[in-house]
């Protein structure tokens, strides 16, 4: 197996379809066809199914897929750590973020980041939780910060940067009513993000871990920014971070209503691959990120409240 087959097959693993992966790796289609027999021939395995629908791998081709991201992803980083212990080119990272961490969390914190190691060029990802967990596992981003899904993933290590609050808002102009006991909420109307989500998912979980039922979903939008929008408008109440809710409240465009038990929170984390040698560059935003992220505390800031 060399680089050249493996990424190949990864092309034709994420399209399905020899076509499109011919076109992503700049080969004509027979080419492809050949490598990737090759490919078979030297494992001794089937790596593919074929059907009119398409392309999709078989049993060996998924375990061959896990492996193929970790070979190339372990090469390129061995090609970076050589020429940087030479002298040679520049570190860089490559970091994913949901937008509200990015803009509240992240961009302080990568300035200073900036300012005590000026030889580490940045760049900031936005995307989705499922796309950066896919931009992990193909190596295109080094480290992600998101909310914890829950999900348990061996090729990667996870480590808590802060547990950041929820709460719950309403617009400045509704006739918005603290709620008095948990199971006043379930009778509110909420907005909130599709199933999937990872804000939908902590929305959940408030609920669950509160031990009633969740209140009716009257509108559902895929972006934070938009919900906590909605609510302004008076269209309904939601459950969000604080530091996704903190622009707004500062501003006067929602007010926060008091949460009527303990106040849930969110896990802020750190996502990257796991590896025997980290790389110089990410070892030290760890180790900063570590240091110098806090959680924002709705009792850290000037609220306005509605009650």
Known sequence: MN???LKTFLAVARHGNFTRAASEANLAQSSL???MQALEEELGVQ??????????LTPAGDTLKAYAEEILALNDEAKAATRAAAGLGAQSLAIGTLETIAAEKLTPFLSRFREAHADIGLAL???GSGELQRRLEDGSIDVAFTFDRGEQ???FVTRLVSREPLVLIAGRNAEAVPPESLGDLSRLPFIATQTGCVYRRLFDTAFADAGIAAPDIVTQADSIRTIIRLVASGAGYCLVPYLAANPAVERGD???LPWPGDRPTASLIMLWRRRRVQPPALSLLLASASADLRPIRPADARLRRAG
């Open 3 to 5: 680089p050249r087959q």
């Open 47 to 56: 790596l593919f199914e074929r059907s009119r629908q398409g392309v999709t």
């Open 33 to 35: 066809s050949d490598q």
């Open 254 to 256: 929602v007010v926060e």
């Open 153 to 155: 993933d061996e090729r």
């Open 125 to 127: 990802k936005i995307a």
